[in-house]
């Protein structure tokens, strides 16, 4: 049977920016008005709470194959499906998660599936708004490490921090700590102190766009594990990244050899 444009079923992967909802972008706004259910973790979920319209489908943040299946099979069913993410849903997020499942799919999961509209709308990830915050840390070239050793080896965490170190680029750490992980900054600023000089700027940016927020530049020298925590998100700059009154920069321009 042919489907008519009306019962087809999407999925919309969203992001909803880092907490103030003047940041999430007006296509997701248009996408949460159109939708008729959302799934995502609890505390994602809760900010929609109050919209009437929409069915909402919490879960646990370890959840997120099954939740990627779950909103697949309802969106193969005609329905109109959200699912949300922080910042922006390719970050660390369930944008990934949703195309691991679609690769993963068993042949009838693979046929059920085919006929969703699966779409990714960005956010304003934490790292950006962070940025923005602060001046300019990221102006010039830099990356962007998960610090959460939930889906990939420790070492390789520590190999990227130190080479990106070497390579002089800006960086940005996301989950530097968690629950399971309360020391898990500790390494990371080891591998920094051991590769940067002591005076390198090192930024912790807490509940961005939050009333709670809170922006915290220090030196590498005096720099603590317990300066974040879950909530953080941690801009290290390069050797040129200075102060400018009350901001924090990077030039564009870098020294030739
Ligand atoms: N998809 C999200 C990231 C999810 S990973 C995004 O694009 O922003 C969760 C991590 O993001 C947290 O551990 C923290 O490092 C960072 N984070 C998310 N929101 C934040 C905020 N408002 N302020 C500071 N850091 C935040």
Redesign the pocket.
């Known amino acids: 049977m042919k489907h008519s444009a009306a019962a087809r079923g999407s999925l919309r992967v969203v ?1 909803l920016g ?2 103030d909802d003047a940041l999430i972008t007006d296509q997701v706004r248009a996408s949460i008005a159109a939708a008729t259910d959302a799934f995502g973790y609890f505390p994602y979920i809760e900010r929609l709470q109050g919209l009437g319209h929409l069915q909402l489908h919490a879960s646990d943040n370890r959840e997120e194959l099954d939740r990627a299946r779950a909103a697949l099979d309802l969106a193969a069913q005609g329905r109109q499906v959200l699912m949300l ?5 390719g ?3 369930m944008a990934s998660a949703v195309f691991e499942v679609l690769e993963g799919a068993a042949p009838e999961q693979r046929q059920r599936w085919a006929a969703v509209d699966v779409e990714v709308q960005p ?1 304003i ?2 790292m950006l ?2 940025a923005a915050r602060l001046g300019a840390p990221l102006g010039h070239d830099f990356c962007c490490i998960n610090l959460s050793d939930n889906l990939k080896p420790a070492a390789v965490i520590e190999r990227r921090i130190r080479l990106a170190a070497q390579a002089d680029f800006a960086m940005a750490f ?3 700590c968690s629950k399971s992980r309360p020391q898990g900054f500790s390494r990371a600023l080891q591998v920094l102190q051991q590769e940067c000089e002591p005076e390198r700027l090192i930024c912790f ?6 009333p709670d927020e809170t922006l915290n530049v220090v030196t590498l020298a005096t720099a603590a594990p317990a300066m974040a925590d ?4 941690v801009i290290v700059g390069n050797s040129l990244t200075r102060r400018v009154g009350p901001h924090v920069y990077t030039p564009r321009s870098y020294p030739h050899a």
């Open positions: 992001g880092p907490g993410s922080s910042g922006d849903p970050v660390f997020a956010g990830t934490a708004a962070a996301y989950n530097p940016a807490r509940n961005v766009s939050r879950m909530r953080t998100v």
